[in-house]
């Protein structure tokens, strides 16, 4: 057996290299994407105080570095097709509007610190200001026109620290009716994410989408 390592020390050598780095390789690429998610950017969706309408819509951001908020669009699907509104403003009169010393007051674009979060007022509210917006008046889940309201999207469009391209969160929840009310149920149990590249282009689209 001696003799056998012996005179094949060279192969022997030269297999353990090989070996070595495939090990040294295979735990580079764990430092490297275990580093990479926690770099990513993390956007959060979610109700709170309760299931009904009147549950706020939060937003967090759970980045290890603060987001710039630059739009909130709300979608909302009827079974006559979709009706979307940018949240990103509050409903305010013209005068109030013109007063640029509360433009905290009248806008929520701006940056998010790492850990923190806001809602955009309660789900009936998102709602009534989409309705307002295309000119129907709603009655609970169904519009005076006719339609329908199966869900609600939100997609939020933000910048990522000293990053230039933007990123996105969006998240759905159903408007379903049972027997104690109306209720709100996601349709995924997390928001999804687009933080990568082919899913930036599609934020992208979001943004030229608002500009038309």
């Known amino acids: 057996m001696m003799d056998w390592i012996s005179q094949n020390s060279p192969a022997i050598t030269a297999l353990t290299s090989v070996c070595t780095l495939f090990v040294w390789l295979f735990y580079a690429q764990l430092l490297y994407l275990n580093f990479r998610r926690q770099r990513q950017p993390k956007i959060i969706i979610n109700r709170g105080f309760g299931r009904t309408l009147q549950a706020r819509c939060v937003i967090s951001n759970m980045s290890p570095e603060p987001i710039f ?3 909130i669009v709300a ?5 006559q097709g979709t009706l979307s509104k940018d949240m990103i403003d509050f409903e305010a009169s013209p005068g109030e509007r013109d007063e640029a010393s509360r433009l905290i ?5 701006g940056p998010m610190l790492s850990g923190s979060y806001n809602h955009i007022g309660t789900f009936q509210d998102i709602i009534g200001r989409i309705l307002r917006f295309h000119g129907l008046p ?17 997609q939020v469009i933000a910048v990522y620290g000293s990053e230039d391209s933007p990123v996105g969160a969006a998240r759905t929840f159903e ?14 149990l997390v928001t999804r994410r687009y933080a990568s590249r082919p899913r930036r282009h599609r934020v992208r689209q979001w943004i030229r989408d608002l500009d038309e």
């Open 75 to 79: 979608i909302l699907h009827t079974d």
């Open 105 to 109: 007051e009248t806008t929520r674009q």
């Open 69 to 71: 908020i630059e739009h």
């Open 175 to 188: 408007l379903t009716m049972g027997e104690s009310g109306e209720a709100l149920v996601p349709t995924r």
């Open 138 to 154: 709603s009655d609970d889940f169904q519009s005076v026109d006719g339609r329908t309201l199966q869900s609600i999207e939100l």
